[in-house]
């Protein structure tokens, strides 16, 4: 169940962890904390993550996507991670560009966005990087 709390409290639970008053708030991160407080996935409803990780498979055939809410669980904010064969021989930007056109409709519903795009062989030579 939602609990509705005047946007004021919302805000003065908020400020100090920005390390600001409320006062010196943007409207952007008043309508941020505003959506984080208010978020909540109706039963039976596909997580924006899991839509955009089953879009970008799907769309790119991507072999690995990872899609993290990186602004607390309230999805203004998302890292993606997506290797795909498709970006083969591809600029970096055009990459980026092919991952921000899967995802259209659901970049207009956050603030931010950082993709990370890999061809396999780039992929696999990152995690021999890792291990050693």
């Known amino acids: 169940m939602l609990k509705v709390i005047p946007v004021a409290v919302r805000l003065a639970w908020i400020a100090p962890a920005l390390r600001c008053s409320v006062g010196a708030l943007s409207q952007s991160a008043v309508t941020t904390v505003a959506r984080c407080m208010t978020t909540s996935t109706a039963a039976g409803t596909e997580r924006p993550e899991t839509k955009m990780q089953r879009l970008l498979t799907d769309k790119l055939n991507a072999q690995v996507v990872k899609v993290d809410d990186v602004s607390g669980g309230c999805g203004s904010f998302y890292t993606v991670v997506v290797v795909s064969q498709k ?35 780039q992929h696999e030579a990152a995690a021999a990087k890792a291990k050693k």
Not at 95 to 116: D, F, S, Y
Request: charged fraction near 25%; aromatic fraction near 2%; charge should be neutral.
């Open 87 to 121: 970006f083969e021989g591809l600029s970096t930007i055009k990459q980026h560009r092919a991952v921000t056109e899967v995802l259209e409709a659901e970049i207009g519903k956050m603030h931010g966005l950082t993709i990370k795009t890999m061809t396999p062989a």
